[in-house]
């Protein structure tokens, strides 16, 4: 839900982000009690492949592709993030398919917000996250953090109804690449702590 509040704060061309954007969310989270009506209020859609591709017809599409595999990582003890990208192809697929570029957006510092305490396979499985956000005190309420959102250059694509598996994963490194060299631009602007801290793609 953070997420997309401070995506709609970064919305402006001056951050370098895309006019028309619209969020895509699992379509578990538009079907549970309160949170549909939450992502409901700021607009967001089903993730589904068909809706995504409408929506690219005439606007930009906000997406996080990790899905709820990505809830299991984030920051580690060992000064190290960790997103969950090396086998997610799917938005690359529909980014090509829409000949739409893809746009790499980090949120450094959201992974201190909260951890998360669950069943990974299991929520895997039943797409949706079963166990326990901790926060501050052990609360559900997170930890004072700063948060830079930072906003890459597009990376292009070349439209192809079909593309291959060697034009997907030629596509997909190049994003991933774009993605670290984001934090690594703006890791600095979180203190002097962030400034060995690295991000790795899982």
Known sequence: MGTWLNAAIT??????MPANVEAVVADVLLATPVYKHLFARVGCHSAAGSVVRRLLKDRSVAICPEGVAGIFHGATAGGEEKV????RLGFIKIAIQAGTPLLPVYHLGASQLLSFHGLSRLSRRVRASLGVWCGAGGTPFPHRHDIVTAVGDPVPV??????SAEQLAETHA?????????FDAHKHMLGEAWETRKLRIV
């Open 11 to 16: 919305d402006t061309a001056a951050a370098g």
């Open 158 to 163: 070349v439209q192809c109804d079909e593309p």
């Open 174 to 182: 190049r994003f991933c690449a774009a993605l670290v060299a984001l």
């Open 84 to 87: 969950y990208l090396a086998t």
